[in-house]
């Protein structure tokens, strides 16, 4: 049996939530084979809700990272922030000045302030209904596995580093996003548990990715491919650049891999 492990923006879908049919054509026939896909996303699972995703067809999801993995909708695995960590964040946060996306497997908590005009932020919202909570402060009965934010120009991101990187590790994208995971956690680290939970020699593996919270899982799997349209962070530490996901990237390379 073989494994595979798609990340969803920029890989699975493009920022208008297009899936190219040819994917998920592929993904079926590798599935049909007897072979397992995942979900492999950096987004909490509370946050992997479309339908069309689902639609695809896939054995489960890990999400936030590596912190939650389940199979066939049954939580095996996961690892939250506890109720002293998501009040320092929050309180950290808001001391230097950083907008925040609270991020736990049900709700996401969203700062009151910061994230004006912001699409993203719109499209949460609307997305996740009552599941998205305007951000204030720490409210009891919170859980999360990580959060993300955003770096502004009087963010004084160095200290919140210091302040929280003791429990946290921090991956950056284009010098603006950040996302705070448990430290020590990856994409890679949920797919080793994983592995071995079901008993799956690694050299059967195959991740599809294109960015640095890739980047990762792209190094540890048998087979690491990143999006012809992925950064170059991805692109390093692949074994194989298959073509841009809107030319057919992910049918492409199962093809090269004779996955299907």
């Excluded at 798609?6 to 190219?20: E, R």
């Excluded at 026939?29 to 909490?44: E, H, L, V």
Aim: hydrophobic share 40%; charged share 25%.
């Amino acid at each position: 049996m073989k494994v595979a492990f798609f990340d969803i923006d920029g890989t699975l879908w493009d920022s208008k939530g297009f899936i190219p049919e040819s994917a998920k054509e592929a993904i079926k026939q590798f599935r049909a084979k007897g072979n397992m896909a995942f979900i492999c996303s950096g987004r909490a699972r509370g946050n992997i809700i479309a339908k069309e995703l689902h639609a695809i067809g896939f054995d489960g999801v890990l999400a936030a990272c590596g912190n939650h993995v389940e199979i066939n909708g049954d939580v095996i695995y996961e690892k939250l922030l506890t109720d002293e960590q998501i009040k320092l964040c929050i309180e950290v946060a808001q001391k230097y000045g950083m907008p925040i996306v609270l991020e736990g497997p049900k709700t996401h908590w969203i700062s009151e302030k910061g994230f004006e005009n912001d699409p993203y932020i719109d499209y949460l919202y609307k997305m996740l209904g009552d599941h998205a909570r305007v951000l204030r402060g720490y409210e009891e009965g919170m859980k999360a596995n990580k959060f993300s934010a955003d770096v502004w120009e009087g963010t004084d991101f160095d200290s919140i580093k210091k302040e929280l990187g003791s429990f946290l590790d921090f991956i950056v994208h284009d010098g603006v996003v950040v996302e705070f995971i448990p430290k020590g956690s990856s994409k890679a680290t949920g797919i080793r548990w994983l592995c071995e939970y079901l008993k799956v020699d690694i050299a059967d593996t195959y991740a599809f990715g294109d960015s640095i919270n890739d980047k990762d899982m792209l190094e540890f799997v048998g087979h690491g491919i990143c999006m012809g349209n992925g950064t170059e962070a991805a692109r390093q530490a692949a074994e194989y650049i298959t073509t841009d996901m809107h030319d057919d990237g992910i049918y492409n390379a199962m093809k090269h891999y004779n996955m299907i």
